[in-house]
């Protein structure tokens, strides 16, 4: 009878610790959430105007990015992880001022580097750009509203604000990202994210507009399209070689 006992506790303990092993998503259950989260987020972008200011078609590379040293062992150490995976969510950061962000839901399928138990779990990043009330976006440096200027006389009305060189992903589209842990740098940093729900389990990315490819059509490319201006292609032939191994591996 003992011995009975005593299996029945292993096999209770066995059961328990493998209830605590993640899964991968069910593909099905995820699609439905993507399209239901899709859904609210378009209705929300239908509603907002598109803020462009004169000149931001100048896109360019980033002046401090060196060609010659990228590589993939180099773009690997230089993050604590690298990941492909699915956006799930994109919801506006309610308490920006002046520079509008996203905050992010993405469900990584593989952990390229780094903590390997983060594979088939969900979470937080920040992209650049998105939705933030007028009153917050459009003032000038005395912080007098200039809305009107773009016909928006309600400073309360949502509108949508972007970062050319870092273009805002589309939920349900597949990244591979660069990413280190988020530290704040000061309380009022601290506050402020907490205030949005993204302290734990987030994430931010290293250097946007280098380390961010993005699938379209079936192929990663790189997400800032500077580098695919026809004077850009031939020049910076490192980044675009980690662009071929993502694709013939991811």
């Known amino acids: 009878m003992k011995k009975l006992f005593g299996l029945l506790a292993l096999l209770t303990l066995v059961l328990a610790g493998c209830s605590f092993q993640k899964q991968p998503q069910d593909t099905k259950e ?25 000149g931001e078609k100048n ?69 650049s750009g998105g ?16 809305g009107e200027q773009f016909g928006i006389k309600d400073p309360q009305m949502l509108v949508y604000g972007q970062t050319l060189t870092k273009p805002m992903p589309k939920i349900g ?20 994210y907490q205030k949005m729900g993204l302290t734990e389990n987030f994430y931010t990315i290293n250097n946007p507009e280098v380390t961010f ?12 399209p500077a580098f695919y201006q026809a004077k850009n292609q031939s020049k910076y032939t490192n980044i675009f070689k980690i662009t071929k191994y993502f694709n013939q591996n991811f």
């Open 59 to 127: 896109i360019s590379v980033p002046s401090g990015y060196n060609d010659e040293d990228m590589s993939l062992a180099r773009f690997k150490s230089g993050n604590q992880l690298v990941v492909k995976a699915r956006i799930i969510n994109l919801e506006p950061e309610s308490t920006r001022v002046l520079t509008p962000e996203t905050k992010a839901s993405i469900y990584i399928d593989k952990v390229i580097q780094g903590d390997k138990s983060l594979n088939n779990s969900t979470i937080k990043t920040e992209f």
């Open 173 to 192: 589209q597949t990244v591979i990202l660069g990413l280190n842990k988020f530290r704040a740098i000061n309380e009022h940093q601290e506050k402020m």
């Open 30 to 54: 995820q699609t439905k959430l993507i399209q239901k989260n899709k859904k609210v987020w378009n209705n929300k972008l239908k509603k907002a105007q598109v803020i462009k200011f004169s």
């Open 213 to 224: 490819w993005i699938k379209k059509n079936g192929k990663y490319r790189l997400n800032n």
């Open 131 to 146: 939705l933030i009330r007028a009153q917050n976006y459009l003032v000038n440096v005395e912080g007098q509203y200039t």
